[in-house]
């Protein structure tokens, strides 16, 4: 009879079919991508590594605080005078202090993954497609919001 005091408990709950990626790959979406290329990535990868719904729900908020800040970011600084590379800059700045704060959320889900000995996923095809379809979709409604303004 098998004891149940010596069963491992560290995956119970959690479907290990998809495996999730490493969380400082994350911040490469983001200063390439934006704050929604990384928010996107976060989610998902949260849902993989088993992250409860409320703080799930909670990248997704520290997602639209950080286009909120980007946008704030982008009117003060779009100007005449400015450089378009400044703004770039910051903008990319808010986007991985975001992506920072998402990863602070699943670190520890994904300290139990590393327990569980499994291997990482690769983030090369998903990162690719959200920095270019998400990056695209994020520059396009903070030059409408510059335009609007």
């Known amino acids: 009879m098998p004891d149940e005091l010596l069963r491992p408990t560290i995956g119970a709950g959690v479907d290990m079919s998809a495996r999730p990626w490493r969380l400082m790959s994350q911040t ?8 929604i290329a990384s928010t996107v990535i976060a989610f998902l990868n949260a849902r993989r590594l088993g992250v409860p719904t409320d703080k799930r729900r909670l990248i997704l908020g520290i997602g639209a605080i950080g286009l909120g800040l980007a946008a704030v970011v982008i009117t003060l600084l779009a100007d005449d005078t400015s450089t378009s590379s400044g703004i770039r800059v910051a903008v990319r700045l808010v986007a991985v202090v975001a992506c920072l704060a998402q990863l602070r959320i699943q670190q520890p889900m994904d300290r139990a993954f590393q327990l569980r000995g499994s291997e990482y996923g690769s983030l090369w095809g998903p990162g690719i497609a959200a920095v270019i379809g998400l990056g695209l979709l994020e520059a396009l409604l903070l030059a409408l919001v510059v335009v609007a303004l």
């Open 28 to 35: 490469y979406v983001a200063f390439f991508g934006g704050v």
